[in-house]
């Protein structure tokens, strides 16, 4: 099991930034499948981004891609997502997770695959 804490949310103009930063205790860090999920309110969880253990192979939904980066650093135990070109629409408490990597499947999308949940941080994008 690992402990996640995310942070960096805030309230931002459309258009502007946002760098989140998820910090992990509890275990082998890289071992680990690191991703962000949303839930904006009234809506179901959504995947966001994801980043591979022991690689940086990274998948992004389509609604972001282009926009969003998902990175890790493994010496820090910390995922970051920087938001870029941010939209009203990306309003949303933004989740960080974490699976077990267990070199089989890179990608996993769906809530259900991560065993390791953050509290989330809200971020409010504002026109």
């Known amino acids: 099991q690992v402990h996640l804490v995310e942070s960096g949310g805030g309230l931002v103009q459309a258009g502007g930034s946002l760098r989140l930063s998820c910090a992990a205790s509890?275990?082998?860090?890289?071992?680990?499948?690191m991703a962000w999920f949303r839930q904006a309110s009234g809506k179901e969880r959504e995947f966001v981004a994801t980043?591979?253990?022991?690689?940086?192979?990274?998948y992004y939904s389509d609604s972001v891609k282009g926009r969003f980066a998902i990175s890790r650093d493994n010496a820090k135990n910390t995922v970051y997502l920087q938001m870029n070109s941010l939209t009203p629409e990306d309003t949303a408490v933004y989740y960080c997770?974490?699976?077990?990597?267990?070199?089989?499947?890179?990608?996993?999308?769906?809530?259900?695959?991560?065993?390791?949940w953050g509290q989330g941080t809200q971020v409010t994008v504002y026109s």
């Open positions: 980043i591979a253990g022991y690689q940086d192979h990274t």
């Open positions: 509890g275990g082998a860090f890289r071992a680990y499948a």
């Open positions: 997770a974490a699976r077990w990597y267990n070199g089989v499947v890179l990608v996993a999308t769906s809530s259900g695959d991560y065993e390791n």
